[in-house]
């Protein structure tokens, strides 16, 4: 069954360093989104993105951060400068429904822990 | 604003027990409402999911049903078993592209 993958599955970082986390979507999908976990809290939307450009963002995704597909495959979230509050497990996820939102599949995740 | 509220957070249930968890939600446009697991450690799989124009859908061990007037739903679990223990997020799409999920069931079979 095709996955979402992502790497790296652990990143460690200093406060203030620039972070890029990878995802690569199942390859018939056309919705890529981004999503994190603080430790034993709910899953919080980030950014939503279709046809090449941002389609939605929450107010938890500011100026630091970034969304590009830098090829046919890649979907990557860049965080400029880290704060100790973007530590969390970072999921990324894609779809090919029609209908915007449904049917996500998630990736294993990245577990972001800035010092 | 978009939100999403789900009871209980922790559900504790004996092997073969049935168990209920209940969302409601804000958004009168939301129009679809999928429910995901997530075991310790790993990344939240979807289970069931259920549209607005249908009350009820059943797949196997689990049910979901919906409330549109009332703007709640429920996932119920039959037969449980202990490979059920896991977190349970229930989750709206309103009118937007953005998933809004509750604030999980962390569920407990007990064998």
């Known amino acids: 069954e095709p996955e979402v993958t992502q790497t790296p599955s652990h990143q460690v970082t200093q406060m203030g360093q620039e972070v890029i986390l990878r995802c690569v979507p199942i390859s018939n999908h056309l919705y890529f989104y981004w999503y994190r976990q603080i430790l034993g809290q709910k899953v919080e939307f980030l950014v939503s993105?279709?046809?090449?450009?941002?389609?939605?963002k929450s107010e938890i995704f500011d100026d630091q951060f970034s969304v590009e597909r830098p090829d046919g495959s890649n979907f990557t979230l860049k965080i400029r400068s880290t704060k100790l509050e973007d530590s969390a497990m970072y999921f990324c996820a894609s779809s090919e429904a029609i209908q915007r939102g449904e049917k996500l599949f998630f990736g294993s995740g990245t577990q972001l822990s800035v010092l | 604003g978009e939100n999403v509220e789900q009871h209980p957070s922790t559900l504790s249930v004996q092997e073969g027990d049935s168990a209920v968890i209940k969302c409601t939600y804000s958004?009168?446009?939301?129009?679809?409402f999928p429910w995901y697991k997530q075991e310790l450690g790993k990344r939240p799989q979807l289970i069931i999911d259920i549209r607005s124009n249908v009350g009820e859908k059943k797949d196997q061990r689990i049910a979901v049903t919906l409330n549109k007037t009332a703007k709640h739903f429920s996932l119920h679990i039959t037969e449980t078993q202990p490979e059920d223990s896991a977190v349970y997020f229930c989750a709206a799409i309103p009118s937007s592209y953005k998933l809004i999920f509750g604030s999980g069931t962390r569920l407990l079979v007990r064998p």
């Open positions: 993105f279709y046809n090449n450009e941002i389609s939605e």
């Open positions: 958004d009168s446009a939301s129009n679809y």
